[in-house]
């Protein structure tokens, strides 16, 4: 396994945050599959992190895609791994089809990817608390994130979706739900929930009359990551 460390320093409000970041190569030997995972921690050693959050990239993005997210969620007091999902040989997502059924292959090994993470940062950082598991994707990640969320209810106490189109969110009471919308894409039939199972589930719909799909990343303006940062914020309030 190789490692590489680097510091970077974010701006959180008034003040600096140290936010160091460490790359991973993992590789589940289970599956004879490489792993790659960036993590984001307080470079300040008297400050111990103990919230998880696992951040899922959308398809053919990188998982270096979100350190706006990843930095404001260590000043969150998160510790954050991002999971490089999408690998060389991987086959391509079919072009044609349902993509409900085209796409679950991938969604899978992705539930797959998070569950063996979850596995080693156990092993790695044992001062966290994954009773406190947050997941985090955008788009395809998003979807990936949601179908953990069906299948492993009680491993993840809260998921933020951003833009998940194709994996219906959903209808449970835990773990607590959040999804934030684009200006541009809507999702598929039967994904977002109504306003009565909102108030039912307590999901959480956000909007972001200013934001398109494909600037929810770093690659968006400043006030669009500000735009997004401000609803996350709000979200994360709730669950202290």
Partial sequence: MKFVCLLVVALVGAATLDVKVEQLDLVDRARSRAVPVLTYGDADRARRLVKPAILSHGYGGKHSDYSFIAERLVAQGYFVSSVQHEVPGDEPLPSTGKPYETRMPSWRRGVQNILFVIDELKQ????????????????????????????????????????????PIPRLHQPRLFTIRSSDQAADDGVLPSVDEQATFGIRVGRLPATIHNDMWDGGTAAQKAEMLRLIDGFLRELK
């Avoid at 990936?144 to 998921?159: D, I, K, N």
């Fill in 124 to 167: 790695r950082q044992p001062q966290l608390d994954f009773a406190q598991l947050l997941l985090v994707g955008h788009s395809h990640g998003a979807d990936t994130s949601m179908l953990f969320a069906r299948e492993q209810p009680s491993r993840v106490r809260a998921v933020i979706a951003l833009d998940n189109r194709r994996m």
